[in-house]
């Protein structure tokens, strides 16, 4: 490889540190014909010799609709996969987002059993999904043996290959053109003589382009006409082949860089024995080469000029035979759609979207709404199923404004009332994120009158009444539209779900938490016994988890959400996740495990989360680094959530709040929380209103608190009426209590700070040995916390107090080393040293692959290690110096 040490070197450097597990992320750019390929094939040939796993795979510019193709030809994928990307299971969410999540499983399996090194050419053609799972492999890099290299070139443009190329520990490697002396010495190699000054002139004319110079050379060996381009320099190459071997391989062309003679042989309705000696003739002439189990052209540029030699007319009705051969077959859709794309129209394609529409759009939802918008594009009427069929795509790729359009026009014509159904759901889903909610009800109720509708139709559309009334806050009028769908005498599973959710969340919304709970077990009953409520029954799962850990029945509830989390995230429901994951932070938060709730609100991308989950995500970061001391990193998270300010969320109004406190603004505030009603809120109402002497205040919140816990057996509602009792009256015996039921209710935080009220009211009565036991059991649950800044403040307060630190107040937590590994970081840590990969280890302790692979992060971090033998490492020299 003449010119390129510099980057043959980097690369090779890579190779070597794989073999001793470490793994890297290197992103190889620069233009087509440069070299990128030839440096990852040394890479690849050198992993090879070391006898490491080498996979590949490539992006292809007719597939970037299709979801994750070169991963799937990298990877050895099992069937369940193929299956659930293309919408064949029935376990509802995102197949595209499953799959991912499977792919992101299996390289960390591969890995369990050894290095791997997985390249990637041409990400530039890459669909977003590829881009987005080689975005989380490149975040694994630092604790898997995994070699990641990708070549990509600098056009087009894309913005999430831009987001890609600035991904934290990915090495960018720029490939230029070669210099004068390296063009000299590739020429020579060529001619294997020493060249002439005119030779090395008309070289000169390749710009440094190595594919580019040894194309001239070769094509003045064959004695052709000197190219005056890169382009042209391959048409001289391919002017030499047979007309025959020609127009095969246009055929190839049209299936794309790589290709397999099967493939071949349907779209050219000729045997394979009878093309292997145009392909012979066609690999001697150094166009196309082997490629794993098929072949590919030699260069993607070669395919661009027999694709791009064709005229358009001729390509576009050549695809359209190619979709009618590979269907003819049974070929999978998404392979068929992928010459759909760029295919002639005709009724063939219309009659084809009407049978298969609906697998493509759960397999490929971006390549299902470019086709089917095109269809229904063009004059001339189009089946009824089409429009609720586009609508449908266009809602799953984001386009909510345009789907509610193509939905609300094809009401006025829709005659099947299933259809009319199925267009009214569409509506209902996008006019909640377009907020044109409160047209739906009208609609519905004009469906409602149509005559001749089956129970079951009338079932279905005053669920979706129900939905909509709640979505827009008519909790009442919901209620009703929920109670008639279950009078109906014909109620399907569907619209019997969906009530019985509507009627739950009445329940909740009431505060009336035992009645919700046997209602949400009939709802998930019901969920469970219909495929298509799969979505409803994560919802169900989200809300009867909420339920539990609101009843002080913690063990229960984090048990549910773990299996809602597992759940959601088998099925790539990303919305779920988003939700259950924030659900897991605040019950995790709640009942004081700190670090583990840092980890569940952090493990998603933002991007993934609705504001609300937004919201709650960074309130619940921001309180737990506001209590430890963590400023800055507090202020973070509240400015992140300044973008969704129009969607108030109280755990962001307790650390706004918490924020002004600690920078000595009480009545800021107390006046941040003012018109807070969450359970957890009126505590702190009462308590900064006491600070500030605000007895109006508190005295009215704290009646509030206890409207709550009358007739209640909630733990934290009865200890938060004692609390607030207790704080407006300085009865330190009450403060106990309330500090006990706190401890029944799982609830640490606002137990020291009970305990911490009742020692400085035994102080003010009098009572200092119950004042210093009060005081040092409060100190021992902020240490336990992690809370510094409470634990500080605490300290300071009583001591001006005169009450002294107790003698069997904890240590502190160590930051770094083995002992500053959380119960949770500690156990994986010891599965990771018996060799257990994330995947394992999760199977192992219920939990997500992400979750284990963000602790095993942390785990790196603490211990000052790179890879996952540095811990097996560090903890076998532990074990030695502790004899």
Same mark, same amino acid.
Request: some cysteine; proline content about 5%; charged content about 25%.
């Given at each position: 490889m003449v010119g390129r040490d510099r980057e043959l070197s980097r690369l090779l450097s890579r190779v070597a540190d794989l073999a001793t597990g470490r793994g890297?992320?290197?992103?190889?750019?620069?233009?087509?014909?440069?070299?990128?390929?030839? &440096?990852?094939?040394?890479?690849?040939?050198?992993?090879?010799?070391?006898?490491?796993?080498?996979?590949?795979?490539?992006?292809?510019?007719?597939?970037?609709?299709?979801?994750?193709?070169?991963?799937?030809?990298?990877?050895?994928?099992?069937? *369940?996969?193929?299956?659930?990307?293309?919408?064949?299971?029935? &376990?509802?969410? /995102?197949?595209?987002?499953?799959?991912?999540?499977?792919?992101?499983?299996?390289?960390?399996?591969?890995?369990?059993?050894?290095?791997?090194?997985?390249?990637?050419?041409?990400?530039?053609w890459a669909d977003s999904g590829t881009v987005m799972v080689w975005?989380?492999?490149?975040?694994?890099?630092?604790?898997?043996?995994?070699?990641?290299?990708?070549?990509?070139?600098?056009?087009?443009?894309?913005?999430?290959?831009?987001?890609?190329?600035?991904?934290?520990?990915?090495?960018?490697?720029?490939?230029?053109?070669?210099?004068?002396?390296?063009?000299?010495?590739?020429?020579?190699? +060529?001619?294997?003589?020493?060249?002439?000054? *005119?030779?090395?002139?008309?070289?000169?004319?390749?710009?440094?382009?190595?594919?580019?110079?040894?194309?001239?050379?070769? #094509?003045?060996?064959?004695?052709a006409t000197l190219p005056g381009s890169l382009f042209a320099a391959i048409e001289n190459r391919l002017g030499f082949l047979s007309e025959h071997a020609r127009h095969v391989l246009?055929?190839? #062309?049209?299936?794309?860089?790589?290709?397999?003679?099967?493939?071949? $042989?349907?779209?050219?309705?000729?045997?394979?024995?009878?093309?292997?000696?145009?392909?012979?003739?066609?690999?001697?002439?150094? =166009?196309?080469?082997?490629?794993?189990?098929?072949?590919?052209?030699?260069?993607?540029?070669?395919?661009?000029?027999?694709?791009?030699g064709m005229s358009a007319t001729v390509r576009a009705a050549w695809h359209a035979d190619v979709a009618k051969a590979l269907a003819a077959v049974g070929a999978p859709v998404e392979r068929i759609a992928r010459q759909l794309l760029v295919a002639a129209e005709d009724g063939w394609t219309v009659d084809w979207l009407v049978a298969n529409a609906d697998a493509l759009i759960g397999h490929a939802p971006s390549a299902a709404a470019d086709l089917l918008r095109r269809v229904m594009s063009r004059p001339g009427e189009r089946p009824a199923v089409l429009a609720h069929q586009l609508a449908d795509a266009l809602y799953r790729?984001?386009?909510?404004?345009?789907?509610?359009?193509?939905?609300?026009?094809?009401? /006025?014509?829709?005659?099947?009332?299933?259809?009319?159904?199925? +267009?009214?759901?569409?509506?209902?889903?996008?006019?909640?994120?377009?907020?044109?909610?409160?047209?739906?009800?009208?609609?519905?109720?004009?469906?409602?009158?149509?005559?001749?509708?089956?129970?079951? =139709?009338?079932?279905?559309?005053?669920?979706?009444?129900?939905?909509?009334?709640?979505?827009?806050?008519?909790?009442?009028?919901?209620?009703? #539209?929920?109670?008639?769908?279950? /009078?109906?005498? *014909?109620?399907?599973?569907?619209?019997?779900?969906?009530?019985?959710?509507?009627?739950?969340?009445?329940?909740?919304?009431?505060?009336?938490?035992?009645?919700?709970?046997?209602?949400?077990?009939?709802?998930?009953?019901? @969920?469970?016994?219909?495929?298509?409520?799969?979505?409803?029954?994560?919802? &169900?799962?989200?809300?009867?988890?909420?339920?539990?850990?609101? &009843?002080?029945?913690t063990a229960q509830a984090h048990a549910a959400v773990l299996e809602l989390v597992a759940q959601a995230d088998e099925v790539g429901n990303l919305v779920r996740l988003a939700q259950a994951q924030c659900a897991l932070g605040q019950l995790l938060h709640d009942t004081g495990r700190w670090d583990e709730a840092l980890v569940a609100v952090d493990l998603l991308a933002e991007d993934l989360k609705n504001p609300i989950v937004s919201c709650c995500d960074h309130g619940i970061a921001a309180l737990i680094h506001l209590h430890r001391g963590h400023t800055a990193a507090a202020q973070e998270h509240l400015d992140a959530v300044q973008a969704h300010a129009d969607h108030p969320v109280h755990l962001v109004s307790l650390a706004q709040s918490l924020a002004h406190e600690q920078a000595g603004r009480l009545d800021e505030a107390l006046a941040v929380l003012a018109a807070g009603t969450a359970d957890d809120v009126l505590p702190e109402i009462v308590r900064l209103a006491v600070a500030v002497g605000d007895n109006a205040t508190a005295a009215r919140t704290t009646g509030l608190v206890a409207e709550l816990a009358a007739d209640s057996v909630v733990p934290h509602r009865v200890a938060a009426h004692a609390y607030c009792a207790g704080l407006v009256a300085g009865d330190g015996e009450r403060l106990l209590l309330a500090a006990q039921g706190y401890r029944e209710a799982?609830?640490?935080?606002?137990?020291?700070?009970?305990?911490?009220?009742? @020692?400085?009211?035994?102080?003010?009565?009098?009572?200092? $040995?119950?004042?210093?036991?009060?005081?040092?059991?409060?100190?021992?649950?902020?240490?336990?916390?992690?809370? /510094?800044?409470?634990?500080?403040?605490?300290?300071?307060?009583?001591?001006?107090?005169?009450?002294?630190?107790?003698?069997?107040?904890?240590?502190?937590?160590?930051?770094?080393?083995?002992?500053?590994?959380?119960?949770?970081e500690a156990t994986i840590a010891a599965l990771v040293v018996k060799g257990l990969s994330n995947p394992q280890i999760a199977e192992q302790l219920f939990v997500s692959r992400r979750t284990v692979t963000t602790h095993v992060s942390h785990i790196l971090a603490k211990l000052g290690v790179r890879t996952r033998t540095d811990i097996a490492r560090e903890a076998s020299l532990r074990r030695l110096a502790s004899g």
């Open positions: 890297a992320a290197v992103l190889v750019e620069g233009e087509p014909g440069i070299g990128k390929t030839t &440096l990852v094939r040394a890479a690849r040939a050198a992993a090879r010799s070391k006898g490491l796993r080498v996979l590949s795979g490539s992006g292809d510019e007719l597939g970037q609709l299709l979801p994750l193709l070169p991963l799937l030809e990298a990877l050895p994928v099992d069937e *369940e996969t193929l299956r659930l990307l293309r919408g064949e299971t029935s &376990l509802g969410g /995102d197949p595209t987002a499953a799959a991912a999540e499977r792919l992101l499983a299996l390289v960390d399996q591969l890995c369990a059993r050894g290095p791997v090194l997985l390249t990637l050419d041409d990400l530039q975005r989380q492999l490149t975040k694994l890099v630092d604790q898997l043996p995994l070699l990641l290299i990708a070549t990509m070139r600098p056009v087009p443009a894309r913005e999430d290959l831009l987001v890609l190329s600035r991904q934290r520990g990915l090495t960018r490697m720029p490939v230029g053109p070669l210099p004068d002396t390296a063009v000299g010495e590739l020429v020579r190699a +060529l001619v294997g003589a020493e060249p002439g000054a *005119e030779l090395l002139g008309l070289a000169e004319g390749a710009a440094g382009n190595p594919l580019y110079v040894k194309e001239l050379v070769e #094509a003045l060996g064959r004695g246009r055929a190839a #062309a049209l299936l794309g860089v790589e290709f397999t003679a099967n493939d071949l $042989s349907t779209v050219l309705g000729q045997r394979v024995a009878d093309l292997v000696p145009v392909l012979d003739e066609a690999r001697s002439a150094g =166009v196309v080469e082997e490629s794993g189990d098929g072949l590919s052209f030699r260069h993607p540029m070669v395919r661009t000029a027999l694709y791009e790729v984001g386009e909510a404004a345009e789907a509610e359009q193509v939905a609300e026009a094809a009401l /006025d014509t829709a005659v099947d009332a299933e259809h009319l159904v199925r +267009l009214h759901a569409t509506l209902a889903q996008c006019r909640v994120i377009t907020g044109n909610s409160a047209r739906s009800l009208d609609e519905l109720a004009r469906a409602l009158r149509r005559p001749g509708l089956t129970g079951r =139709v009338r079932a279905r559309l005053l669920a979706l009444t129900a939905r909509t009334q709640w979505d827009l806050g008519e909790s009442c009028e919901a209620e009703r #539209a929920a109670s008639a769908v279950l /009078d109906e005498p *014909e109620p399907d599973l569907w619209a019997t779900g969906w009530a019985l959710h509507v009627r739950s969340l009445a329940l909740l919304h009431r505060g009336q938490l035992d009645a919700a709970l046997p209602l949400l077990d009939r709802a998930l009953r019901t @969920a469970r016994s219909d495929t298509s409520l799969a979505d409803l029954r994560l919802l &169900l799962q989200i809300n009867y988890a909420i339920t539990l850990a609101e &009843l002080d029945r799982g609830r640490p935080l606002p137990r020291a700070k009970a305990l911490e009220a009742a @020692a400085i009211a035994f102080v003010h009565s009098g009572q200092s $040995s119950s004042a210093r036991a009060a005081a040092t059991r409060c100190l021992d649950l902020y240490a336990e916390l992690g809370a /510094d800044r409470q634990l500080a403040r605490a300290q300071s307060g009583l001591r001006a107090l005169g009450i002294r630190r107790g003698p069997h107040v904890k240590h502190r937590r160590a930051k770094v080393g083995w002992e500053s590994l959380t119960p949770a």
